[in-house]
């Protein structure tokens, strides 16, 4: 849905990213103010973990948003290179994603297009995550009544509700940062399959495979609670995405816990 430019910024002196939409959204009145909406909502966002927007434009010949650059990779990348994360690598960067996401529903944001490929990790030990990519899913959603098939987000991650019409919330991002979350525990996406038609089953009618069947030495906190999110019901799932961070946060002192009680007294 759009183009990402390196660029010199040659006032402040400092490389920066630029994001333009393309094709049939930037030749699109309704799709323009959708973008400018979105990009000046995620303007307003300051958190340690989502990207900073440095300008937006919308009377451009081509609406744009000016960003920060991180040096580093995505997280489909490191997936893609290292399989399965840690569980101390899974659930700090969750808890960052989380934050993050937290964040940006504060300021009205709804991503709409939660993956991996979004998530950017500066490089460096412990490295910080950042969610990128904010004003254009929404501008998508416009011309996506005039293109039959066409979906707005990626199907392997999108919720259910995005598949039916419905109108889309804050929930729906909580479906996809359990994909997110279950694919960093096992290295493939939750609901893969052959086509993008049974993706899209998959999605609106089924439970993907149980994490411990995969990998039993994951906690049962973290396994109940990528479950939760998954559920196709948006009532059933965590009430927010701070409630996510919260329970995450939580995690380790269970796993200790648990250890303790395991060695016995």
Known sequence: MGYLLRAWDTKLCRIVAIKVLAGPFAASGAARQRFAREAYAAAAVRDDYVVAI?????????PYLMMEVIDGCTLESLIRQSG?????????????MAS??????RKGVIYRDFKPANRLLERGGAARLELTDFGLARAADYVSLTQSGFIAGTP??????????KAV??????????SVL???CVGRPAFQASSTAAVLRRVCDEMPRAIREINPN???????LIER?????PADRPESAQAVADQLTQIPAERHQGEKSSAGP
């Open 182 to 184: 279950y694919e960093m």
């Open 229 to 233: 999110l998954h559920a196709k019901n």
């Open 156 to 165: 392997l991650y999108v919720a259910p509700v995005q598949l039916s019409g």
């Open 169 to 178: 919330d804050r929930r729906s991002d909580l479906f996809s940062l359990g």
């Open 218 to 224: 994951l906690p049962e906190g973290l396994c109940r």
């Open 54 to 62: 440095y300008a937006a434009r919308d009377d451009a010949p081509v």
């Open 84 to 96: 399965p994360l840690e569980i101390e690598e899974v659930l700090r960067i969750g808890i960052q």
């Open 100 to 105: 993050g996401r937290a964040a940006a529903l």
